[in-house]
């Protein structure tokens, strides 16, 4: 039967309010990717012989490491790898913490008390306000951000405070704007370096800023980095955690989705302080029974090889070379980010003599339906769209010709800035 006949019935009314409580499922807005993804269609429907050049997608273009496969393969044919992994395995752990070391010159991660893997970031970023957050707790977050943290926070009854990114503050929170009685009631802080979707770095002043401000207002500090590996142009790689004092005040969680193109094997970890440690394990421990050994010591193995991240940090930052001088030479304001594989761009006020764009996501429509180009609108703190470089193209000769056909596209018109 339809969802509509079961609208009629008493489970209607017993969803519980987090989700729309008795109006669950009768919304009528269109939320942003499903606009993106009904537009996709219909611009394909209606130029069926046209390419659709995707610099919308958010994950890798490319299969993880033949060697990530490889063992992954070997430990999946062990059996004693079959079984509940759990809160995770030694190996994986000491992996990770030793990765810490290697590339962000982290020291004294405890593998044992400071570490733990998650089945990606996602998951995790879900489970933490689990730990901290009472109705009428605060969670402090970015915008523009991912919004998972501050859904959960708002799950348990929690509130969430925003604090735009903007460009005149290179996209880094302007701590001292959060109101005195919002700070002092926060419970969480959440930062996201190098940014999605503004492709900002942070830096170790800011870091060192955010430590101090932390310790005197009481709040933990989740930084998300699953991109942190993932720099360009000499920029070394940079965690939260190799910040005196960070791991007083909070955790950094890892993601092998972006930096090994491992998006579908779900695998990340979080590492700093050892009681908040302690304490997703507890949540997570009731939410999961941990992801495939296998995969763990696959992962361990990647975590061992960062050369293959610096390969694909190469690619993404000739990519963003080519994006942004082609963008620049019709008008644009791009500017490479050090870090990330998204491009951050303001959006124009329109088409010269023509069509007026309110929105970044007026001009992500128009691209997508007029021009065969997706990207993802942004208009929480500003009108913006984020290209990726994760497009499919198989080589330099094939970017070279994504680009190409970007240009020879948006050359017919002239844009308002």
Known sequence: ????????????????????????GKDTNIYKFEKIKRAKASAKKDFPDIELIDLGVGEPDEMADAGIVAKLAEEAAKEENRGYADN?????????????????????????????????????????????????????????????????????????????????????????????????????????????????????????????????????????????????????????????????VGVELHSLSKSYNMTGWRIGFVAGNPLIVKAFGDVKDNNDSGQFIAIQKAAAYGLAHPEITEAIAAKYSRRHDMLVEMLNGLGFSAEKPKGSFFLYVAAP?????????????????????????????????????????????????????VIGEIKRRLSDVEFEF
């Open 1 to 24: 039967m339809s969802i509509e006949h079961y609208q009629n019935t008493y489970i209607q009314n017993n969803f519980a309010d987090r989700i729309g409580g008795s109006n669950y």
């Open 88 to 248: 995770g395995i030694s190996e994986f752990k000491a992996a990770a913490a030793q990765y810490l070391k290697d590339v962000f010159g982290v020291d004294g991660i405890d593998p044992d008390t400071e570490v733990l893997h998650s089945i990606g970031s996602k998951p995790a970023l879900a489970m933490l306000p689990s730990a901290f957050i009472n109705p009428g707790d605060i969670t402090i977050m970015t915008i523009p951000g991912y919004p998972v943290l501050g859904t959960h926070t708002k799950y348990l009854g929690g509130e969430v405070y925003p604090v735009e990114l903007k460009k005149e503050n290179a996209f880094l929170p302007d701590l001292k704007s959060i109101p005195e009685e919002i700070a002092r009631k926060a419970k969480l802080l959440y930062l996201n370096y190098p940014n999605n979707p503004t492709g900002a770095s942070a830096t170790p002043e800011f870091f060192a800023e955010v430590v101090e401000w932390a310790k005197k207002y009481n709040v933990v500090v989740v930084h998300d980095a699953p991109y942190a590996a993932l720099t360009y142009d000499g920029v070394k790689p940079l965690s939260f955690l190799s910040v005196p004092g960070a791991k007083d």
């Open 349 to 401: 006020k329109g088409v010269k003599g023509g069509r007026r764009f309110e929105s970044g996501e007026d001009f992500s429509q128009y691209l997508i339906r007029e021009k065969l180009i997706s990207s993802v609108p942004w208009d929480d703190a500003g009108a913006y769209v984020r290209f990726s470089v994760t497009f499919a193209a198989k080589g330099i000769e094939e970017e070279k010709r």
